[in-house]
């Protein structure tokens, strides 16, 4: 059974730091291919940030210098590192594999 975990949400004020992770289990080629994904009150899901299976990591013009994607192989793991967040950054937190399997989501409060 394909399961992601996300964890790591909460509430903290603005200018503040959280690292978010999402575990990832039930098939092979794990962490090839992952991607964090937000929606906020009222708006529609957005891509946040992705890593590739070569390391490789693109993100959202908006979140860009603030946010760090990446990745452990060996605990099947993708991590989220959000600095400098701000009110905007409120939403639920999805991770994202390559075969379009959604974790359940965690809660992101900034206030």
């Known amino acids: 059974q394909v399961q992601l975990v996300e964890s790591g949400g909460g509430s903290v004020q603005a200018g503040g730091s959280l690292r978010l992770s999402c575990a990832a289990s039930g098939y092979t080629g794990m962490t090839n291919c992952m991607g964090w994904f937000r929606q906020g009150p009222g708006k529609e899901r957005e891509g946040v940030a992705a890593?590739?299976?070569?390391?490789?990591?693109t993100y959202a013009d908006s979140v860009k210098g603030r946010f760090t994607i990446s990745k452990d192989n060996a605990k099947n793991t993708v991590y989220l590192q959000m600095n400098s967040l701000n009110p905007e950054d409120s939403a639920v937190y999805y991770c994202?594999?390559?075969?379009?399997?959604w974790g359940q989501g965690t809660q992101v409060t900034v206030s």
């Open positions: 890593i590739g299976s070569d390391g490789r990591s």
């Open positions: 994202v594999n390559a075969y379009n399997h």
